[in-house]
């Protein structure tokens, strides 16, 4: 069983440029979570997402971001004009929320790291 | 906003001893607390959770405790090995959503 892919591993865009990162979530897991992760710091919340369905955005900035997990295919969190505050490894996560229970366990991908020069 | 802070950002210990990292929550509607641990270049594994019904649980190694009443929660790592250097997050949440912090960095002296 698979577990949670991630790619690119590793993307360098130039400023203005779009960064389109992809998430391919565990089988059997409908619901994903995206976070940033800046150097030597924590794990900051997204976006929480079920199938077609954008949950909790709330951590999500207001402008050139975006995030999508369709039917069918992977997550996409697209970063639009992309400026050097933007690079950072963007991890996504995969839950299957079982009904009646709280939150079930994330489980991780590698990250995407990206670079804005 | 957020309400996960942890104790330490960062613990030696040397290898063999024992470890003890230490987190605290602020929202005593939290229902389940996980353990994740994170090694450079890596995203986050999960290490163990427990359930506001318990007040300990145990793995291979690893045992967390729970105290509602101070809302505060440990991670300790018996023998602890060079391979558990890495960056430990204790995120709390209740119905789907889950709040990480900082985190502690561990760091194991050969």
């Known amino acids: 069983n698979a577990g949670v892919m991630q790619n690119p591993r590793h993307l360098v865009r130039r400023r203005g440029q779009e960064a389109r990162l992809r998430c391919s979530p565990m089988k059997g897991h409908s619901h994903v979570y995206w976070y940033r992760q800046l150097p030597e710091e924590g794990l900051k919340f997204m976006v929480y997402l079920q199938k077609e369905n954008i949950i909790d955005e709330s951590g999500m900035p207001k402008e050139r971001f975006s995030a999508e997990f369709p039917k069918e295919g992977p997550s996409i969190l697209r970063i639009q004009q992309v400026v050097r505050g933007d690079s950072a490894a963007y991890f996504c996560?995969?839950?299957?929320?079982?009904?009646?229970?709280?939150?079930?366990?994330?489980?991780f991908g590698p990250g995407t790291r990206l670079t804005v020069l | 906003g957020e309400n996960v802070g942890l104790h330490l950002p960062t613990l030696s210990v040397q290898e063999g001893d024992n470890s003890i990292i230490n987190c605290a929550y602020s929202?005593?509607?939290?229902?389940?607390f996980i353990w994740y641990k994170q090694e450079s270049g890596k995203g986050p594994q999960f290490i163990i959770d427990?359930?506001?019904?318990?007040d300990k649980r145990q793995g291979q190694r690893v045992t967390v405790l729970l105290n509602k009443t101070v809302k505060h929660l440990s991670l300790q790592i018996a023998a602890t090995q060079p391979g558990d250097s890495a960056v430990y997050f204790c995120?709390?949440?209740?119905?789907?959503?889950?709040?990480f912090g900082i985190g502690t960095k561990l760091q194991v002296i050969p």
């Open positions: 929202n005593s509607a939290s229902d389940y």
């Open positions: 996560a995969s839950t299957r929320v079982k009904r009646g229970e709280s939150t079930d366990t994330q489980y």
């Open positions: 995120p709390a949440g209740g119905y789907q959503k889950v709040t």
């Open positions: 427990i359930r506001s019904n318990m």
